[in-house]
């Protein structure tokens, strides 16, 4: 009797590891982006901590978003980002940099301390209608005291000039690397200035 109890318990429990909701399909497609070029003359005299933006919900995970005539957000079928959206630009920003400068780009996995902090904020990164759009708003921290010593909102539309999902991505990954580029230039020049002044 007992055998039968514990075979019968052993069953119930392997059943339960057995799932009924249907596999998540995998994209056909991944995207990634990251900067068009380093800027040769990019001055980064200072260490600088990139933190991953923040993001909503909707900018955190890998889907790619698109807003219709109503407002709606809706994801693009079948194609993701190769990574989360945020990790993305943390990376693409870090990578803008060159690495011959007397100061350099880290991340807080590091454990290091930084003379200047990068707190940004994703507020939107969507396709709309024949547009794809990125906005993001940049903060420069003192590293010593986290105090806000510089904050700008970066914004860039590429428009969708052809028919088809991978051009309207390939719009949306220009995109990204505008506001990159914007966000590395906006950083070096306010170090620039901080440095004068």
Not at 31 to 48: E, G, K, R
Request: overall charge negative; some cysteine.
């Amino acid at each position: 009797m007992r055998r039968l109890v514990c075979m019968f318990l052993i069953m119930t429990g392997l059943s339960a590891c057995v799932s009924v909701l249907p596999e998540e399909e995998s994209a056909d497609a991944l995207y990634s982006f990251s900067p068009i070029t380093i800027i040769a003359d990019l001055q980064l005299n200072h260490s600088v901590l990139v933190r991953e933006p923040e993001a909503p919900f909707i900018f955190s995970g890998r889907n790619i978003v698109t807003r219709d005539d109503a407002n709606a957000i809706r994801y693009v079928k079948g194609v993701e980002w190769a990574d989360r959206v945020p990790k993305l630009f943390q990376y693409s920003l870090l990578d803008s940099f060159n690495a011959e400068n007397t100061g350099f780009a880290i991340l807080p996995e590091t454990g290091s301390r930084a003379d200047y902090e990068v707190s940004w904020r994703i507020v939107e990164f969507t396709l709309k209608d024949t547009q794809a759009v990125a906005h993001m708003e940049v903060t420069l921290l003192d590293g010593s005291n986290r105090k806000a010593v510089r904050q700008t909102l970066l914004q860039a539309s590429i428009p969708v000039t052809e028919r088809g999902a991978e051009a309207r991505i390939d719009a949306l990954v220009q995109a990204a690397q505008d506001i990159i580029e914007q966000a590395a230039l906006f950083i070096s020049t306010s170090l620039g200035q901080l440095e004068a002044s």
